[in-house]
């Protein structure tokens, strides 16, 4: 059989070569979109250890920044998660040990599945480069999930002790009021989420996660729209 193997690559040694050092370039590049993205996902969840860091934030109607935090992370043993917030500094990113928001960069992966998600290429595979993948959630999907991230991130604020001092009864009535006008705001909310997926087109783990949701709303009967904007980075460790 050796001999057998020998005559062959002297024929069909330029093939057997192209095929064999291009078929992972062919696979990344014939498979559909959402397999592609099926791969790279489970490439993702199966590493024992990876990193992660990025950065969130929030445009007010005006377009300006309103809000930013940065964060960072590490998933071990196939789903134990660490992660910390840190708060914008002049000089330094300083650590904050009081979370601040709901938000969780990785709940995003938790929403892509089945029919909840469209997803495509965003430009046509290249052999030996990045594959991205755009991403588009079903709206209803995308509104849900990113209601239950605001009613977190007001649980937090009145989980701040902080925030009872002085006058504990006048507090709880402020924040009663608060989170009516909460849900009154979120049963007007409407959202639109497009993430861009980059990933290995080797080994599939992905290096990079952006997502850009657009939030419509009424407050107090008036129209408001802004955009939460975050980027999330993976590293595999060893």
């Known amino acids: 059989m050796l001999n057998i193997a020998r005559k062959a690559a002297i024929t069909t040694g330029a093939a057997m070569l192209f095929i064999g050092t291009q078929g992972c370039q062919l696979i990344s590049t014939s498979l559909p979109a959402d397999k592609a993205f099926a791969m ?17 934030s929030v445009l007010d109607p005006g377009g300006f920044v309103g809000g930013r935090a940065a964060f960072e992370g590490e998933v071990t043993m196939h789903g134990k998660l660490s992660m910390q917030w840190k708060s914008n500094s002049s000089a330094t990113m300083e650590v904050n040990s009081q979370q601040t928001t709901a938000y969780r960069p990785l709940q995003l992966l938790e929403s892509i ?32 999930r990113l209601a239950q991230v605001l009613r977190d991130d007001f649980a937090l604020l009145r989980a701040d002790n902080g925030l009872l001092r002085g006058d504990p009864a006048k507090a709880e009535q402020i924040l009663l009021a608060a989170n009516k006008r909460l849900e009154e705001a979120l049963s007007t909310l409407e959202v639109t989420t497009v993430c861009q997926w980059t990933a290995d087109p080797k080994s599939w783990f992905p290096s990079q996660l952006k997502e850009e949701s657009t939030l419509s709303y009424r407050w107090n009967g008036k129209p408001y729209k802004e955009k939460r904007i975050s980027e999330t980075n993976f590293s ?3």
Do not use: C
Request: avoid cysteine.
């Open 113 to 144: 599945k089945g029919d909840s998600a469209t997803i495509t290429y965003a430009e046509k595979p290249v052999p030996n480069q990045p594959v991205r993948m755009q991403i588009k959630l079903d709206d209803t999907v995308a509104r849900d």
């Open 40 to 56: 790279s996902a489970s490439a993702l969840s199966g590493s024992e250890r990876y990193g992660f860091a990025g950065e969130v």
């Open 236 to 238: 595999l460790k060893g």
